[in-house]
């Protein structure tokens, strides 16, 4: 009977030890999770190449962006996470804006999200971004796809500033304008060459100068100018026909080798 009692006693006290144990690995496991540690990793790991550690939508952005108490990761696996965090980024910009000009098209504009899902080497993760931010890149989307090309610019540097600005919340450097990656090299809008802005050629002003005629080279520089074509006579005479008025003649009897006027030489009498 006390043997039987032994062994219920040690069976009974093996069952503790047991469920303590497990209970113990569960608990382990669940401040893994909770924490963003994977199973079998450490803190600062440096083989956690597929996870972002448990950062996700706005927690992802605060951390990024150097907001303190989200994470409890050491500065420099954060500056890790930063680089790989750059494409997300970059597709969040992207996809929003093409989501914009693809609702133009179909004619259906929609309010944007600030949280995509997005694929990245580290595995897909949630991409948060601020919805005013959001809301500018979907709108420049939508205005790319106008006729008018003064829409069409505003679309552009709206895209440049509202990247420039996300890229500097999170600590990156924008190397290159996304309307360059997006909507190409495009020329800057200058205003169109007015008659107002033609330049008179300097050698033939000259030279109609030396000659007494206006400075009139052709009839849209003189509208360019300010100064009135000259009138087309009955024999279509006009201002490039133009020659210097000959000097008037000298009577007869106005001096000159004559003598004086009215003074004529006694004529000489014959033989």
Sequence with gaps: MITFLTVVAAA????????IYLNDRVNELERRTGSGLPTGGSAAGAGDDNTWRGLTGKRLWDAMSGKKGITPLADADLVALRVTYESVLSQHIENLFRSGQSDARRGSAVQPTAVKTLASPRGTVQSWIPLNHANALYRAG????????????????TLDDTAQVLYAQTGLTLTQPFSDLLLGNGDSLAPAATPEALPVPEAATDALAAAGLPAVVDAGISTAMGVPSPPTGKFGASSTGATAASPPSTPVGSGGANGPAGHQPPATPRG
Excluded: G
Excluded at 12 to 19: E, G, H, I, P
């Design 142 to 157: 939508i205005d790319s796809t106008k006729a008018d090309i003064y829409e069409t610019e505003r679309a552009r540097m």
């Design 12 to 19: 009974v006290l093996a069952l503790l030890v047991v469920v």
